[in-house]
């Protein structure tokens, strides 16, 4: 299934924040806590090593992760106390 509305770039780094499991399987293909790296545009590498992870809607996606870079910033701006 092609992703639709998912910007996802080679090179981005996500953290899971809910865990990712399959409805046909039960296997965790993202684990809460870890971080993922895209190796394909459109796509996350999941725990086993599959490249060509894609999601259907940028609201699931949402769901289920955070842009590392964007944690880092929040964090700067919680240690430097800026609102």
Excluded: P
């Excluded at 990712?20 to 895209?38: L, P, Q, W």
């Excluded at 060509?52 to 609201?59: F, G, I, P, R």
């Amino acid at each position: 299934m092609k992703s639709v509305d998912v910007l996802i770039q080679v090179g981005q780094r996500y953290t899971c924040i809910r865990n990712v499991k399959s409805r046909a399987n039960g296997r965790e293909y993202y684990i809460t806590g870890r971080t993922y790296v895209s190796e394909k545009d459109d796509c996350l590498t999941d725990e086993y090593g599959h490249v060509k992870h894609y999601w259907s809607t940028a609201d699931k996606f949402d769901y289920h992760f955070r842009n590392v870079k964007h944690q880092r910033s929040r964090k700067i701006k919680e240690v430097l106390n800026i609102k």
